[in-house]
T-cell receptor, first 115, second 113 residues
Framework: DVKVTQSSRYLVKRTGEKVFLECVQD?????MFWYRQDPGLGLRLIYF???????EKGDIPEGYSVSREKKERFSLILESASTNQTSMYLC??????????????FGPGTRLTVL | AQSVTQLDSQVPVFEEAPVELRCNYS??????LFWYVQYPNQGLQLLLK??????LVKGINGFEAEFNKSQTSFHLRKPSVHISDTAEYFC???????????FGTGTRLKVLA
């Protein structure tokens, strides 16, 4: 069974802290994505990666960075957390080959609260 | 660039009634279309997708959608809903040959007993 896991379901941090959100997929997918989900706004792409050490900015990259040192792992970093980064963060992965062509598989999400 | 519009933010419907969730998109290139479902406190799960071929696509849990190129729509339908279908539904578009999605803002389906 394909799987995308995220390191935490719930996280509470203080303003100014450095925050790491980890995502791991076991499907050998080339592409990995970080989204944030806010009520009424749907999912917005923060960053994506199409290969190890390769990354591209999405629609809302400000205040975030990412790291992909291994194919299966994609980390989202909040350099200095702020209250407006309180949100649900979703990780996804996909492949451009095979029967699940271009289908994105999602993790369960991390609900981050910044106080 | 692509965009997706889900006009209905909330749709209440009685159990065993039919439902249609609307999705319209805009794009200057060929697209792939997807519907995802999100149950409370969970990630997103693929319901169905249109890549090419037949414009009527059948998915899981009795859902289907029809790709209408002339109306740039990809509406999701189910002939008879259950309480367990209560969830948020997202439409997404991806330009052919790319792997980035553009998501709609979601439609919250509430099935009433």
């Amino acid at each position: 069974d394909v799987k995308v896991t995220q390191s935490s379901r719930y996280l509470v941090k203080r303003t100014g802290e450095k925050v790491f959100l980890e995502c791991v997929q076991d499907m050998d997918h080339e592409n990995m994505f970080w989204y944030r989900q806010d009520p009424g706004l749907g999912l917005r792409l923060i960053y994506f990666s199409y290969d190890v050490k390769m990354k591209e900015k999405g629609d809302i990259p400000e205040g975030y960075s990412v790291s992909r040192e291994k194919k299966e792992r994609f980390s989202l970093i909040l350099e200095s957390a702020s209250t407006n980064q309180t949100s649900m963060y979703l990780c996804a992965s996909s492949s451009l080959s095979g029967g699940s062509y271009n289908e994105q598989f999602f993790g369960p999400g991390t609900r981050l609260t910044v106080l | 660039a692509q965009s997706v519009t889900q006009l209905d933010s909330q749709v209440p419907v009685f159990e065993e009634a039919p439902v249609e969730l609307r999705c319209n998109y805009s794009s200057s290139v060929s697209v792939y279309l997807f519907w995802y479902v999100q149950y409370p406190n969970q990630g997103l799960q693929l319901l169905l997708k249109y890549l090419s071929g037949s414009t009527l696509v059948k998915g899981i849990n009795g859902f289907e959608a029809e790709f209408n190129k002339s109306q740039t729509s990809f509406h999701l339908r189910k002939p008879s809903v259950h309480i367990s279908d209560t969830a948020e539904y997202f439409c997404a578009v991806s330009a052919s040959g790319t792997y980035k999605y553009i998501f709609g803002t979601g439609t919250r389906l509430k099935v009433l007993a």
